[in-house]
Structure formats: structure tokens, C-alpha cells
């Protein structure tokens, strides 16, 4: 077993030897395609075949003002570097109707972006072919994924703008499917039939643009957890365009075990994740003001942390998300919670007096009691992937969006990569708790 696919060949049935041999194409030059070849990279697919018709853009143009992370702009060095192992061969043709007889061998084939040719183009490869072919679309607070194709869900995003956030959920969902296509796992719902639509952003996204990134720069968020979902928010709030202060917590260092997920740490093994991870996010988005420190988060830390005005809870323990709710009852601090499992997450958000807090909807207190001594990530290799961690993520920088715009998201995000329709979802909201009137500061 491969130390770097440690936690995905945990799981039962999981096959690293078929995607390890896969050749996966992806037509699209903008950030969906990025980030499905970033993803499909880090999963290990054994060939990447980027179809981009020569408009690839090169990262710095991709990421305005990113400064120079790994000794070449192209897509190709960098995919490289995250995973040496997979081989990427930039095609500088589209995808389009005349190149469908002429395409490389694939196993798979992602059609990601606005792109109304190339869409039309994946239905009819998947007409003619035996292998999966998927597509998905993103603008503003919409997005749609599914089997490759035009109509009416489709056709209104073409020609739009790619929408980041939205697109890194899209995304995760589409190297999904693919993988399913692939290698399906028992207990998996399939594939899906038809396009999905998802409305994913805050209400009316244009008109709040302009006072979200004004109340941004007031706030500054304390992150724990400088894993798998804290290097995919910390990347989505990257894309988001805010800027906005970011101190990330984290006393772990890297593992080869996380190279499957933690995109950023590529070179990194043996080096402390929060400074890391601070440093790369930083190289890509100078928007950002980002701070890490190699801290474990204990009972001593509340001052510190409480400072700060958003709390983001991204650990892989149950002891410290329960001190993270107490302190942000105690200081009357927001707290944005994410956690994910193999193939599913959640997103919720606590702020006292408005919503229920963390005990009061997954009872975080009885599950810190009964968690063993904590060990790191690196440690007790759980089976993860990467794409649950991708979507939970931009999910998080959603309601986070949503805060900042003055409403305040009352139920809980849900993604269950094992559905066979409804992968995302939102549960109903819990009735506000008074649990912060306890030990008023």
C-alpha cells in the first residue's frame, strides 16, 4: 500500500491500481478546470490530459497578484509538483464537435466551465464512447453538474463568468462522479442521471458585493486546523477576493499520509502545517493577511483566540471544537464549524443568541468526553479524499459570506457524496440556544 494513498485505500473496495492507470481528460481553460485537474492530481489519476485549446491561463494570470509558488507558472509544472506521479499533458486543442473522432485514449473525460461548445461537444463524446463523461457549470450563486450537456439548467450559465466559489463545490462534484464512473465503492448511490441544480451563494450576491468586502477588512478569523479542510477554506477564502486577516492554528506537522488531500504541503513533509500552509496560501492570494502559528490549542488559548472576531472550527478533534463553542459563548464570538468524512461534510454556523450552538446540534460536548487522547492526522490514518474536504471548504466561505452580508445562516450544509440525487443539502435549523448567558464574561 502506497504511503501517499494511505487514506483512500482504507477505504473498503478502493482500488488506487485503476485510477493509477486511468487517463482522465478535462476540457477548460478557467478555474474549474484548474481545480478538477488540482483534485483528480491529488487523487492520483494516473495521466491528466488537459484539453484547454491553448488558453490555459498561466497561474499568475489565473491568480491576479500570485507570486511565483513553484519554480514555473504553467499548470503542468504545478500539478507536477503536487503529485509526482501523475503524468499531465497539456493539449492545446478544444473540445468541440470536430475533435470528438480524434481524441486521445481516455477513461474519462470532465467538461468543466461556461462553455456552451464544449458541453455540446461531451454529450456527443459520451453518445460515441463507453467511458464516463461529466460536466458542470458555475455563475454567481448557481452551479450545475452532471452527465456533459446543454439544456435548460445549462444554457443560462454559458458565456457567464466562472463563479470560484461555487465552482470549487462543482468541481469537487465532478472529479467525484468521474471516480465513481470509474471506481464505484459499495454502498454508493451511482452516478448521477441528470443535471443537478444547486443555489450555493448568499442572497442577492451583486447587490452585497460591495458591503461584504467592506466589513471583511474589520474582522479577522482565528482558524484551527491547518489540515485537509483548513487548507481547502483557506484556499476558498482565497478565491472569495475578501481581504481579510487569517490566523491559522495548528501544532501538527505534515505527514506523506496527507499529500492526498493537504494540496499545498506537496514538498512539505516533516514541516510545521500552520506556517506552511499560511505561506503558500499567502504566495497565491496577497489579498489575504495570513499568519500561522505551530500552537496546539489548549484552555490556555481562549484569550488569544477569542480576540479575534470569527472563530472557524476545522480540527480533527472533537475535544477542541468543544472548547471552540465555549468560547465563542463565552466572548459572543461567531463560530463557523465544518467536518468531513470520506465522501461527506457539513457546514454550520453558531453565534450566539440567534443560532443553536455546537452541543445543542451534534451535542459536541458528550463527543469530546468520549474522544480518546487526541492524536494527530498524521497518526491515525482515517479514510479521507480529497473532494469532501474541497466542498466543505467553499461551503464554509459561503455562510461565511453570508455572515458578513447580515444574515445569518441558521440550518446545517450537508454533502453526502453517497446520494444518488441530492449530494448537497440543507437540514432545517434548530431553535436558537441560550447556552452563552452561561458564564457571562
Request: with cysteine; glycine share 12%.
Amino acid at each position: 500500500m502506497s504511503v501517499r494513498y494511505a487514506r483512500q485505500e482504507a477505504l473498503s473496495g478502493w482500488d488506487q491500481e485503476r485510477l493509477s492507470g486511468a487517463t482522465l481528460g478535462i476540457a477548460g481553460s478557467g478555474i474549474m478546470a484548474f481545480l478538477c485537474a488540482w483534485m483528480a492530481a491529488a487523487m492520483g489519476f494516473g495521466r491528466l490530459v488537459l484539453l484547454h485549446g491553448g488558453a490555459a491561463q498561466r497561474l499568475d494570470q489565473l491568480f491576479s497578484g500570485a507570486v511565483d509558488p513553484v519554480g514555473g507558472w504553467s499548470w503542468e509544472s504545478f500539478f507536477g509538483r503536487v503529485n509526482p506521479r501523475v503524468k499531465v499533458y497539456a493539449c492545446p486543442l478544444r473540445l468541440h464537435s470536430r475533435l470528438v473522432g480524434r481524441l486521445p485514449d481516455l477513461d474519462g473525460l470532465i467538461v468543466a466551465g461556461n462553455d456552451t461548445e464544449a458541453l455540446m461537444a461531451g454529450e456527443e463524446v459520451a453518445r460515441k464512447s463507453a467511458f464516463p463523461v461529466v460536466g458542470g457549470v458555475a455563475a454567481g450563486p448557481l452551479g450545475a453538474w452532471g452527465p456533459a450537456r446543454v439544456n435548460r439548467l445549462t444554457a443560462p450559465f454559458c458565456g457567464s463568468p466562472e463563479s470560484p466559489l461555487v465552482g470549487q463545490i462543482i468541481s469537487g462534484l465532478l472529479v467525484e462522479e468521474i471516480r465513481k464512473g470509474l471506481l464505484p465503492l459499495f454502498g454508493e448511490g451511482g452516478s448521477a442521471e441528470e443535471v443537478g441544480l444547486l443555489r450555493l451563494g448568499p442572497r442577492k450576491e451583486q447587490e452585497k458585493e460591495r458591503s461584504v468586502a467592506l466589513l471583511a477588512r474589520r474582522h479577522s478569523i482565528a482558524m484551527v486546523g491547518a489540515g485537509a479542510l483548513g487548507t481547502w477554506f483557506g484556499w476558498a477564502l482565497g478565491l472569495s477576493g475578501l481581504a481579510i486577516r487569517l490566523n491559522i492554528y495548528d501544532d501538527d506537522r505534515v505527514d506523506e499520509t496527507n499529500l492526498n488531500r493537504q494540496v499545498l504541503f506537496y514538498d512539505a513533509v516533516d514541516q510545521p502545517k500552520a506556517p506552511t500552509l499560511a505561506a503558500r496560501l499567502q504566495a497565491f492570494f496577497p489579498r489575504l493577511a495570513l499568519t500561522g502559528y505551530g500552537l496546539r490549542v489548549e484552555e490556555d488559548c481562549e484569550d488569544s483566540l477569542a480576540s479575534k472576531s470569527i472563530l472557524a472550527a476545522c480540527p480533527d478533534s472533537f475535544s477542541v471544537r468543544a472548547l471552540l463553542n465555549g468560547w465563542a459563548q463565552r466572548h459572543r464570538r461567531a463560530l463557523l464549524s465544518g467536518g468531513t468524512s470520506a465522501f461527506g461534510g457539513t457546514c454550520a454556523v453558531y453565534e450566539p443568541g440567534k443560532t443553536a450552538c455546537l452541543s445543542c446540534r451534534f451535542d459536541i460536548d458528550r463527543l469530546a468526553e468520549r474522544e480518546q487522547q487526541p492524536e494527530s492526522c498524521g497518526r491515525v490514518p482515517e479514510a479521507s479524499v480529497v473532494t469532501s474536504n474541497a466542498i466543505t471548504g467553499a461551503l464554509m466561505v459561503l455562510a461565511l459570506l453570508e455572515m458578513l452580508g447580515g444574515h445569518v445562516p441558521m440550518g446545517v450544509w450537508e454533502y453526502d457524496g453517497s446520494a444518488q440525487e441530492r449530494r448537497i443539502d440543507h437540514r432545517s435549523p434548530r431553535p436558537a440556544c441560550g447556552c452563552h448567558r452561561r458564564g457571562m464574561v
